[in-house]
């Protein structure tokens, strides 16, 4: 797949990311709340923040799937990322999610990453996903068990201690992938 789908919930617009997103998504970066629980648990300079939107895009034409820009319909404003990640050398298909700061709190996260999840499964026939998240991010703990996944255990991730979550499959989909 290389063109990234279009995704639309009631009040999100999932979709590819794009150069003119840079300016935005680095300051996202920039915010060491935001960034507190990603990578190394700091704020990451704009060459960071591009090489993330590499990435994302990147995935999107080598394995058909990815990560989306997350952006307020009413207002076509960026307000973060959701999808599904998969860079060589990770522990399996993580449904990850990044909003900036000021977009949390409103269930925008949860509108997110239900409509990348189910695309994943629908589309695609993805099964089992991943949810990394550090023991500490209180928010994104919360949000792994509202979406129904279950807590596996503690992993060693990228240099760091996280909790493993487990999306459990939905019953495959005839005529799809993996399904």
Same mark, same amino acid.
């Given at each position: ?6 995704? &639309?919930?009631? %009040?999100? %617009? ?13 300051? $996202?970066?920039?915010?060491?709340? /935001?960034?507190?629980?990603?990578? *190394?648990?700091?704020? /990451? ?12 895009? @990147? ?7 990815? $990560?989306?820009? $997350?952006?307020?319909?009413?207002? %076509?404003?960026?307000?973060?990322? /959701? ?12 449904? &990850? ?22 695309? !994943? ?9 991943? !949810? ?7 928010? !994104? ?8 996944? /279950?807590?596996? @255990? ?5 240099? *760091? &201690? ?10 495959? $989909? ?6």
């Amino acid at each position: 797949m290389s063109a990234v789908p279009t995704l &639309s919930t009631p %009040r999100l %617009r999932l979709r590819g990311f794009t150069a003119h997103d840079l300016d935005t998504w680095a300051g $996202v970066c920039a915010d060491a709340e /935001v960034m507190q629980h990603i990578g *190394a648990g700091g704020p /990451v300079g704009r060459d960071a923040a591009w090489r993330h939107l590499a990435l994302y895009l @990147g995935q999107w034409a080598m394995r058909g799937y990815g $990560v989306w820009a $997350v952006e307020l319909r009413a207002e %076509r404003r960026l307000i973060g990322s /959701v999808g599904v990640l998969h860079p060589e050398g990770w522990p399996g298909m993580e449904l &990850s999610w990044l909003l900036a700061r000021d977009a949390w709190g409103q269930g925008y996260a949860r509108e997110a990453a239900l409509a990348a999840r189910s695309f !994943s499964r629908d589309a695609l026939g993805v099964g089992e996903l991943i !949810s990394l998240i550090r023991p500490d991010n209180t928010r !994104s703990l919360r949000l792994a068990e509202t979406l129904g996944a /279950v807590n596996t @255990g503690p992993i060693e991730f990228m240099g *760091a &201690s996280a909790l493993r979550y487990l999306h459990p499959a939905a019953a495959p $989909v005839a005529g799809r992938l993996g399904g």
